[in-house]
């Protein structure tokens, strides 16, 4: 239980980051934790404003889609958070937004090319965009099937390499080893939109980069033998 | 009378929000409220700063156009919000702002289309622009004729269900179940204007959303069967 | 001297408007004002922070160049307002900023069309750039003849009907009946250049509104018979 | 050693300011200072938040690459920072960010065109672009190769005249007299980089102003006979 009030202090902070950095509108975003050894997830509740969120107010629900634990309604993408992690087996944090320019590169269905070293240094190459759903997929279990379609997307990709994607038509999902780092990641990811769209504008043919700088700077940050930040990191 | 002053009261706030939201320079803006039992409306006086208006200097109009409380001129805008309010029975409050996004496309004379989930959220459709006025209609009776050409363009549309217009060279209206529902309205069209822009530049060849994605993410906010928020919302 | 106090008063305080209003990065912008009675010019100090200027480093200049009082150099661009009061004859304050969407205007040379509602409240008509300086004018009396270029354009516009102009290669001026006046002008400028730039990426066919809006809603602010704001204003 | 205190606390103090002028995303930036007679370098450490950077946590490296003080990590940019002081032998301080609008360039390849009289105050001329690092260059010795690039591009270009630089798929370098001076710098080009990216947007044919201009802008700031600021500037 006091890892329980751990897990929820993060998830409610984590979501109060989401403020802070510019990334909703409204109560637009949602950030959710896992604690896989007891196989429950602790969530935001649904349309409650961020900063009248209290952690008695967070809902607790097991991965097969249980509510445990709290008297509000979750997120309504609360399928989509569980089905991320039962398939994702690595990732400890998700967080959902429709922060202005992922939203945007999503609404486009244009995914996100490694254009620099910024992109490279924390996503190890393009950021990809789902396909739409089918109407069959939207109206039986629509947030579960939003899960399905990234998880497809990510049968030949890396999740731990890329820690987020563009859903078509409705905005970003990232994740990470914990619920702040998954914010954090939805952070990166806006500001490599915006950028990426700056950058499109100023040369519409601009390639991404090589393979080569790309593997640089994500293993200068990320790789055994990076040397970005302290040792402790 | 106290069901007045807390109509007051609401008006006065919600036009405060109008710079907290980001959605007004300098006094370009302005929020209404309507008491339909009583027959009356309240709105922001003309020219005074948000910072500085105070409860007693709001305006009290009757419907058919009496100024019936309140030293000051109303908002220029009077007659426009006198002209909706009369033509759409159920709405209960009223914005209008130049806001940039949605001026810009209002000027550019072009409709929002539904890019994504966040404009179906909350507006089943494309958000429409108005015709421009002719120059009979803006030699006499300009405000009003400003409200007549929105109620014309929703002879087929349902504003309930499209809780905003862009007016032709001029700028955003937007409405609501009150004076805090129609802000509200005019920050989220403001945002879905800010995306489709965004979107727009990224793919210049874009589709609108089919209307099943658009009635699933509408309905799930507002419909009968609605699933987000809490239950008591 | 009451007066010239309350003309230095107002100077600096509408100098620290520049940053409140976010026309300005680091020292670039100036506001002054005239007391024609007296034949002299309140200015900024060249190169001083806003947050740091106080009232007795302000500079008097006469109208035809002296410096009167203060011991500090004068803004440089100096000569291109005294060359503007002494051709503008019911200006009473002038602001100069190099604001992002303006600036970005006169770089591009392109005078800003009235596209809107917002324009024409407060511009009867196209916010015109100047011609370029020739190699001559730049090298002798280089800001006195940018004032001179400015003078030359209005030779048939009304400066008390359009309250600024774009310098070509340099940035936006802008005036009105004192150093407030011309500080909100200045700001205005800037929030109808942003609004046009959208406008023209939204529609690149876009045609400007005609003379019949233009002078119904500039009449309407500014004419013998406004209704905008409160009698007295 | 009192000099030395004095230089980690301009280090420290420039470093805070990369936030307050909003350049920086998490820990993306960082700001360097040198003491020429004493052969050293202060440097940020690598992957500590500004608000949290303390004084004794910067890192002194020698000019040939030894750390002398320090128990953290430098910034991983740090041979590139040592690279530009060996072969710029007047600059007294260097800022590297991944701010937005330069960036955004860097990764468009494109370099800034002398636009307007704001770029030629403080650039005398094109700001460049470096060409991309070949594999081989990545692979071993990639801070030190981002220098050479640098260096190798103003072989004949005066770094004193052109205080910043562009690394194609990376982002901004600026240098200056003194730590703040290049932060100085690095928020001149980002507010530049915005303004050319608005003026191309508005006119893709437009041209760079000529060398007149820019001559009498540079000189105006910065030659024997500048007559901006105040004297003892």
Redesign the interface.
């Known amino acids: 239980m006091a890892l329980l009030y751990t897990l929820k202090k993060q998830v409610l902070e984590a979501n109060k980051q989401l403020e802070k950095y510019g990334l909703v509108?409204?109560t637009?975003g949602n950030v959710s934790a896992v604690d896989r050894d007891e196989g429950i997830m602790v969530i935001k509740?649904?349309?409650?404003p961020y900063e009248e969120l209290k952690i008695e107010q967070l809902v607790v629900m097991s991965l097969d889609g249980e509510r445990i634990e709290g008297e509000?309604?979750p997120s309504?993408d609360t399928p989509t958070h569980l089905y991320l992690y039962n398939n994702f087996p690595k990732i400890g944090g998700i967080t959902h937004t429709?922060s202005?320019?992922a939203?945007?590169?999503?609404?486009?269905?244009?995914p996100i090319m490694a254009?620099?070293?910024?992109h490279a240094d924390y996503f190890r190459g393009e950021i990809p965009c789902t396909r739409t759903?089918t109407?069959e997929e939207?109206?039986k279990e629509?947030e579960q099937n939003t899960g399905k379609i990234i998880v497809e997307l990510f049968n030949n990709l890396d999740e731990n390499e890329l820690p987020g994607v563009l859903v078509a038509?409705?905005?970003p999902f990232s994740w990470g080893k914990d619920a702040f780092s998954s914010v954090?990641n939805a952070?990166?990811l806006e500001?490599i939109a915006?950028?990426?769209?700056?950058?499109?504008?100023?040369?519409d043919n601009?390639k991404g980069?090589?393979d080569?700088?790309i593997n640089?700077h994500f293993l200068?940050k990320h790789g055994a033998n990076k040397?970005?930040?302290?040792?402790d990191?």
């Open positions: 509108t409204f637009w509740p649904s349309g409650i509000l309604n309504s429709h202005i320019w939203t945007s590169f999503a609404q486009a269905k244009r254009l620099g070293t910024t759903l109407n939207i109206e629509y038509n409705h905005g954090k952070k990166i500001t915006e950028m990426a769209y700056r950058t499109y504008v100023l040369n601009v980069i090589n080569f700088l640089k200068r040397y970005y930040g302290q040792n990191e």
